[in-house]
């Protein structure tokens, strides 16, 4: 069983920067998948960015050139440092991890809030 536990977050202004972090318990694998997701307000949830060790990132387009997903292999933490946030950025960001060791498995962190303002 793992658990991902999430910090950051926040009231930021446009413009501004911010990074959220989640620390994952137990072991992560080199082909495990890690990355947040966001939901905006009224909106269904969708990917923010990805990380492993074998591909290396992905990003969607709305944020690439301003966010930054790294990760931690020692600490079991996976970053996500945001740059030049706007209000459409505002949304509950959740960390994710995708794991297939010894099994598919899927876990997901608590979420927290992030709202820029204008």
């Known amino acids: 069983q793992v658990q991902l536990v999430e910090s950051g977050g926040g009231l930021v202004q446009a413009g501004g920067s911010q990074r959220l972090s989640c620390a994952a318990s137990?072991?992560?694998?080199?082909?495990?998948?890690m990355g947040w997701y966001r939901q905006p307000p009224g909106k269904q949830r969708e990917l923010v960015a990805t990380i492993t060790s074998r591909v290396g990132t992905n990003y969607a387009d709305s944020v690439k050139g301003r966010f930054t997903i790294s990760k931690d292999n020692a600490k079991n933490t996976v970053y996500l440092q945001m740059n030049s946030l706007k209000p459409e950025d505002t949304a509950v960001y959740s960390c994710?991890?995708?794991?297939?060791?010894?099994?598919?498995?899927?876990?997901w962190g608590q979420g927290t809030q992030v709202t820029v303002s204008s």
């Open positions: 137990g072991s992560i694998f080199s082909n495990d998948v």
């Open positions: 994710h991890l995708l794991t297939f060791t010894p099994w598919q498995r899927t876990y």
